[in-house]
């Protein structure tokens, strides 16, 4: 079963960067559709962003649209969220998972299989 590992949160300052990565090792990425979630305290499960296979455009929430970006490198099979322009509200928990199938639409619903144990951002000054 594949097994999803997020790596990169941390403590960030109001305006800040981090880059989130997420890897499964010893499985290929190439037909899975790859998405970030992110879950604050005492809140619900939130998509933040998705993409596609075969070089699909990402696809965002609102909330982060401009400032946050997805993107994947399937030589490698990894993928990346780029968080910048970071604030208070963005401190959570961010997932990664997958759903297997090769298509370059996306969803950023809850229908994905595969998820990873998450791992913390908090933005604080």
């Known amino acids: 079963q594949l097994q999803l590992v997020e790596s990169g949160g941390g403590l960030a300052q109001p305006g800040g960067s981090l880059r989130l990565s997420c890897t499964a090792p010893g499985y290929n990425l190439d037909y899975y559709r790859l998405a970030w979630f992110r879950q604050a305290p005492g809140k619900g499960r939130e998509g933040v962003g998705c993409i596609g296979t075969d070089d699909a455009t990402p696809v965002y929430a609102d909330s982060v649209k401009g400032r946050f970006s997805i993107s994947r490198d399937d030589a490698e099979d990894i993928v990346y969220l780029q968080m910048n322009d970071l604030t208070p509200e963005d401190t959570a928990v961010y997932y990664c998972?997958?759903?297997?199938?090769?298509?370059?639409?996306?969803?950023?619903?809850?229908?994905?299989?595969?998820w990873g144990r998450g791992t913390q951002v908090t933005v604080s000054s």
């Open positions: 998972a997958g759903l297997f199938g090769r298509l370059r639409e996306c969803p950023l619903s809850r229908e994905y299989r595969e």
